[in-house]
Each structure stands twice: as structure tokens, then as C-alpha cells.
């Protein structure tokens, strides 16, 4: 066995903690997991189990934290993990999982599987055994600072169109500013209305804010792909930047698992605590709306629906802020079936819609979201997450769906009363 | 990897984009097309010098549904849909215009 395989399995020992632990001797084996899981909803193999995406782990766990497992490994019955499994197992770790966490909310005993298979693909990445266009995204962030390849003159490109467009002054490394912005690449890249929606609702609504030149990308591809040091890395420049500017806020943008990674896994990356605090763009406009500070002029009466993105909702926890905006700026707002915290990931979550192989299977398995959409009987979508609506469109046009994809932020820009104070 | 071009050797990399972006000239498109069978027309062309303009710009090469986006600003909903530019391209019309306009593979989001 190879050094590199030797240490996956040594890190793959590490992540087995008293929960990963508690939780694998907790299985009833019932298998409600797979039916909570789009991947196993909508092909039937039953590979795509949630928990037997773990396969790996637990291999581990039961010869070394089980009587039998000890005793058949003593009587040489049972085989080490070999480099064999991280080959088979990659493609249902990466493929075949959006981190989504769904399987986890179904889960009889309480068994967190997303939190473990997070875990899990901290041993793939160092066995070498994970997806081409995750690894380069990984590589692309470190080096460049953006998954995409976004560097300071594509954000000022994108600005300076924003600014003329609008007629406001974007604010760049203003010390003491009160909030920091980042933004995803692909709002900086394909979403400038993003960017444009939040300077005018922040100038109406008076709020001091800037956006550092040094750190302004949320995506985490570390997180992704199961690099702790990756991650940490680029939590760290965030971080840093926020603090050299000593702002009180950093604002996770729409982006989902920039949320993930910045305001739930990041201080334990980092290995401290931040000097401000992380709060998401939907949380600080339902915020500022019950403050007063920003009012709504009409409502569009367009039926729409609401797309929850898994990381903000369901991981993240901000369930009712996009709602209580909802409400404000639209009339026809309709819930779909299984929504908020128990809504179908749009398919492209954990990395997977940067990974080219797992195309095929990801748009099979949007035939999920395909059914959700038509049951809610409107053909507008709105979300609040730049990945989700790239991926949403993608699989709309793949069925020949003639729905529209909108996000919530520009939504809300749109119906601002000017000149509120 | 390498493509002749004009008498001259253009290295590039092992999915055929041009290593150094400096060395395109328009009989590089040209030479790739035909090895992809292809023959440029002026529709193919227009967005061809699009995409030289918007990296000029912005430093990046845009993945599919950005440049569909960026065309359909441009050029109205008529040639900024995915229709019009997988017939155009139909490898793709973000990894093969970018690869005859010498820009890099584009990527997207994670």
C-alpha cells in the first residue's frame, strides 16, 4: 500500500470521533435514509443509500472500534481498507452527494450522515481519489483566489459597469467600514445584478459597508472537496481582511456553502474566534426591513416560488428570512411541496457541479426538482444562491422547462422604496 | 503539444487551448476548426472577437451559460441562447469558442 493510502486511512481513523463513532453503532439499518435522498429517489440503484456512502468509514470504525470487528481482524477474517475501496467508493463520496444533508433530517436515530460524509472526504482527497474538476477548482482558488478564476480586474470590471449602471460609488477598502461583503465568483462573473441589488438597497437603507480588495471571494472549494487546509486557507483570507479593515460584519452572499464555510465551519478551521460577526445578505435584509430601514413600493404579481438552498436553509438554518421577504415583494408566492428545511437540493451542491463526470447523473436526477416545480403550478423560481441558479437553469433547459430562474436579492432591489429612511 | 501556424509552432496544452494567449492570431481559429471539421463564418467569427473582447475585459473565459448571458446582452435573445451557440460550436460553445478564440478552458462555480 502506497504512503499516500496510508495516510487517507490515518486520517480517515482521525475523523472517527465519539460522534462519527456513536452514530455508525446507533444504525438500525431501516433505510429511510435512501428515501430521503434525490440520487437514490430518482435512479433506484441502491448504491446511492446515503449511509453506505460511508462504506469506507465504517469498514474502519468496525475493525477497529468493534468486539467483532477486533475479533475478526485477530482471526485475519476481515481485510484492511485497501486502496481498492477509495477507488470504488470515489464516485459515490463525489458524484453521488451534495452535502445537502437531507438524508440527515429523516435519519430515525439522528444520525448527521452529510457531517460524515464531510468527514469522509477528508481521507479521499488525500488518497487522491476525488474528482478532476473539483481538484482543479481546489487549486485555481489557492492560487488565484477564485474557483473560476475571478482576480481583482474582473471585480473592478464588474464594478465599474455596476457603477455606471447605477450611479453609486462601490466602497473599496474602507477602513472601519461597519459590514464587509464577499461575494461568489460567479455573482462577480454572471450576477453583477447581485452585486448592483445590494449597493442600492445598503444606500438607501444607510448602511456602511465596503468590499476589501485584498479578500472578496466566498466560494470555499476546500470545504468541498474534503481539504481542511485548503479551507482553511481561504476562510483565513477573509478572515484577515475583515479584521485589518475592523469591520463588526462580513456578509455571507447569496452562495450557499460560502455560508457553510464561513459561518459554521470556519472558527473551527481557523482555530479561534473572529473579531466580527458572520451574518448572511437574507438575514441582514429582513433585518434592515424590520428595522425600518428599507420599505417596499408595490409587489410583483407574478406566481412564484421559493428554491431553498440547502446550505443556507436546511444546513444554515435561515429559514423564515426568505419568506418574510418573500412576502413583501410578492403576492403570488406559493411554497412547494417538501420546502424549507426538507426542500430537494437543485442537484449541484458539494462540489458536484464542478465535477464534468457527474453531469449525466446530476440532470437524471434533477427529474426531482422537475417534479416539485410543475406540482407548484408556477414557472417562476426565485433563489438566493448564484450556484443553485446556474444549476437550476441548466436542468430546466435540459427538461425543455419554460420556467424562469430569479434571485431573491434582486427581487427585493426591485420593489425598494426610494429615499426611505 | 503544439499546432503550426503560419510557419510558426503555437504550443498548447493537452486538451488543445493555446498555452500562451499571445499567440493567437485569427488562422489559429481557423486551423482548429478544420481539425474539428469545422468551417467559420462570420456568425461564428462575431462571437469568436466577442469573446477576445470580453477577456480583454474582464481576464476570464466565460463557461457556457455566462457567455450565453454576455452574448444575449450584447447581441439581443436571438444569438444569446443555448440553441444558436451549440449550433454554432457544438462541442460547446464555452470550451470550444474559447479554445479557437486562444483563450484558456473556462470554468464554472463550485
Known amino acids: 500500500m502506497s504512503d499516500r493510502i496510508e495516510q487517507a486511512r490515518a486520517e480517515l481513523r482521525s475523523q472517527i470521533d465519539a460522534k462519527v463513532s456513536s452514530y455508525f453503532s446507533s444504525c438500525i439499518h431501516c433505510g429511510l435514509c435512501a428515501e430521503a435522498c434525490h440520487f437514490h429517489v430518482e435512479t433506484g440503484d441502491p448504491r446511492y443509500t446515503p449511509i453506505y456512502k460511508l462504506e469506507p468509514m465504517r469498514k474502519l470504525w468496525r475493525s477497529e472500534h468493534t468486539l467483532s470487528g477486533r475479533f475478526s481482524k485477530l482471526l485475519g477474517r476481515s481485510t484492511e481498507l485497501s486502496e481498492q475501496d477509495f477507488a470504488d467508493w470515489e464516485e459515490l463520496v463525489y458524484d453521488s452527494c451534495n452535502l445537502c444533508g437531507r438524508c440527515s433530517m429523516v435519519c430515525p436515530v439522528g444520525i448527521d450522515i452529510a457531517y460524515m460524509l464531510r468527514k469522509q472526504r477528508e481521507a479521499f482527497n488525500l488518497s487522491g481519489y476525488t474528482p478532476e474538476g473539483m481538484r482543479n477548482a481546489l487549486q485555481r482558488t489557492l492560487t488565484t483566489g477564485s474557483p473560476m478564476g475571478v482576480t481583482l480586474k474582473t471585480l473592478q470590471a464588474t464594478l465599474a459597469h455596476v457603477e455606471k449602471a447605477s450611479g453609486l460609488t462601490i466602497p473599496i477598502d474602507r477602513q472601519g467600514a461597519d459590514f464587509m461583503a464577499l461575494f461568489s465568483s460567479m455573482e462577480v462573473v454572471n450576477f453583477p445584478e447581485y452585486i448592483a441589488s445590494v449597493a442600492r438597497i445598503f444606500d438607501t437603507a444607510g448602511v456602511s459597508w465596503t468590499i476589501s ?167 417562476t423560481v426565485v433563489t438566493a444562491c448564484a450556484n443553485c441558479r446556474i444549476v437550476l437553469e441548466e436542468g430546466l433547459e435540459h427538461y425543455e422547462m419554460d420556467t424562469e430562474v430569479i434571485g431573491l436579492t434582486e427581487l427585493v432591489a426591485e420593489y425598494l422604496e426610494q429615499g426611505a429612511d | 503539444m503544439a499546432i503550426e501556424i503560419e510557419g510558426k509552432s503555437l504550443e498548447t496544452d493537452e486538451e488543445g487551448y493555446l498555452v500562451n494567449l499571445k499567440d493567437w492570431v485569427p488562422a489559429v481559429a481557423d486551423a482548429m476548426a478544420k481539425e474539428d471539421d469545422l468551417e467559420l463564418t462570420e456568425e461564428h467569427w462575431e462571437i469568436i472577437n466577442f469573446l477576445r473582447e470580453y477577456y480583454e475585459e474582464y481576464q476570464i473565459a466565460p463557461a457556457v451559460r455566462v457567455l450565453t448571458k454576455a452574448v444575449g446582452k450584447r447581441m439581443g435573445k436571438d444569438k444569446g441562447n443555448s440553441k444558436y451557440l451549440y449550433a454554432l460550436f457544438p462541442y460547446g460553445p464555452g470550451k470550444q469558442a474559447c479554445r479557437f478564440a486562444g483563450l484558456p478552458k473556462p470554468t464554472g462555480c463550485i
Not at chain 1, 295 to 304: C, L, Q
Open chain 1, 213 to 379: 480588495s485584498e479578500a472578496f471571494e466566498a466560494t470555499n472549494a476546500g470545504i468541498q472537496i474534503g481539504s481542511r487546509e485548503g479551507a482553511k486557507e481561504i476562510v483565513s483570507r477573509a478572515v484577515n481582511a475583515a479584521e485589518k479593515l475592523g469591520v463588526n460584519y462580513l456578509i455571507s452572499p447569496e452562495c450557499g456553502h460560502a455560508y457553510t464555510a464561513i459561518r459554521w465551519e470556519g472558527p473551527n478551521l481557523i482555530g479561534r474566534r473572529y473579531r466580527f460577526e458572520v451574518i448572511h445578505i437574507l438575514e441582514l435584509l429582513d433585518q434592515l426591513m424590520r428595522e425600518g430601514r428599507i420599505r417596499f413600493n408595490g409587489k410583483s404579481d407574478t406566481p412564484m416560488t421559493l428554491h431553498d438552498p440547502c446550505q443556507i436553509v436546511r444546513r444554515g438554518g435561515v429559514i423564515k428570512a426568505p419568506r418574510n421577504l418573500l412576502h413583501q415583494v410578492a403576492s403570488g408566492f406559493v411554497e412547494t411541496t417538501d420546502h424549507g428545511s426538507m426542500n430537494w437540493c437543485c442537484g449541484g451542491g458539494g462540489g458536484v457541479s464542478a465535477n464534468e463526470r457527474a453531469e449525466a447523473l446530476r440532470l437524471k436526477v434533477f427529474g426531482r426538482k422537475k417534479k416539485q416545480f410543475e406540482e407548484s403550478g408556477v414557472d
